[in-house]
């Protein structure tokens, strides 16, 4: 019953942005950090960036000062401004939605279908 639905992705120039978004929906009671994560041919997903329910931010080293993710929780959404991108960027991007409940004994964490990004030299 849940769902994150991503959009955003596309095929830019490098120097270029993009912002990415990722809706949750579906039955979650509550929802705890979000992130986004991207995974390039033959690498390993890497974690790009992450917010907690604080707006606590973390970023991976190469994009910190690019990137920019936030969060609207009222729409259960979370974003990734990315500027000045790289054709070292091009991935599939992918969000990750922590659902919580029972007062944040259990989770469960949810993850987007991934969105295709390609930034061209």
């Known amino acids: 019953q849940v769902q994150l639905v991503e959009s955003g992705g596309g095929l830019v120039q490098a120097g270029g942005s993009l912002r990415l978004s990722c809706v949750a929906s579906g039955s979650i009671a509550s929802i705890g950090s979000m992130g986004w994560y991207r995974q390039a041919p033959g690498k390993q997903r890497e974690l790009v960036a992450s917010?907690?329910?604080?707006?606590?931010?973390n970023y991976e080293d190469s994009v910190k000062g690019r990137f920019t993710i936030s969060r609207d929780d009222a729409k259960s959404t979370v974003y990734l401004q990315m500027n000045s991108l790289k054709p070292e960027d091009t991935a599939v991007y992918y969000c990750k939605v922590r659902g919580i409940r029972n007062g944040a004994v259990y989770y469960n964490d949810y993850w987007g279908q991934g969105t295709q990004v390609t930034v061209s030299s």
């Open positions: 917010i907690t329910t604080a707006h606590t931010t």
